[in-house]
């Protein structure tokens, strides 16, 4: 059984910057895409990010280009977020998920099987 257990969230002024990590147990991690999605409270989950498992393929929203950064390291089962210039509308749950099958849809929330339970990130002006 597949567990992700996030951390690095909490409360950032605006233009500051918060790291995100996720920490994956059991499975094969480095055969994985790796995503990050966010929800924000009264919204839809959103797509922030992915990365395929060889690290070659990245993609981001709209919204993070420019901003966030993804990575992971396979030797220690974890992916982090790097995210700059923060803005009010980044406050969310941020949640790390797994995609076995290396899917092309990324972007997509349902093509992920393994989910975390979220780290808050709350933005102030």
């Known amino acids: 059984q597949v567990q992700l257990v996030e951390s690095g969230g909490?409360?950032?002024q605006a233009g500051g910057s918060l790291r995100l990590s996720?920490?994956?147990?059991g499975g094969t991690f480095s055969?994985?895409?790796v995503g990050w999605f966010r929800q924000a409270p009264g919204k839809?989950?959103?797509?922030?990010a992915s990365m395929s498992w060889s690290?070659?393929?990245?993609?981001y929203a709209d919204s993070a280009k420019g901003r966030f950064t993804i990575s992971r390291d396979n030797a220690k089962?974890?992916?982090d977020l790097q995210m700059n210039s923060l803005k009010p509308e980044d406050t969310a749950a941020y949640y790390c998920a797994l995609d076995r099958e290396g899917?092309?849809?990324v972007r997509t929330e349902?093509?992920?099987d393994y989910w975390g339970r979220g780290t808050q990130v709350t933005v102030s002006l």
């Open 77 to 79: 089962n974890t992916v």
């Open 44 to 48: 839809e989950r959103e797509f922030v």
């Open 10 to 12: 909490g409360l950032v």
């Open 22 to 25: 996720c920490s994956a147990s």
């Open 110 to 112: 349902y093509v992920y």
């Open 103 to 105: 899917s092309r849809n």
């Open 31 to 33: 055969t994985y895409t």
């Open 55 to 59: 690290g070659r393929n990245t993609y």
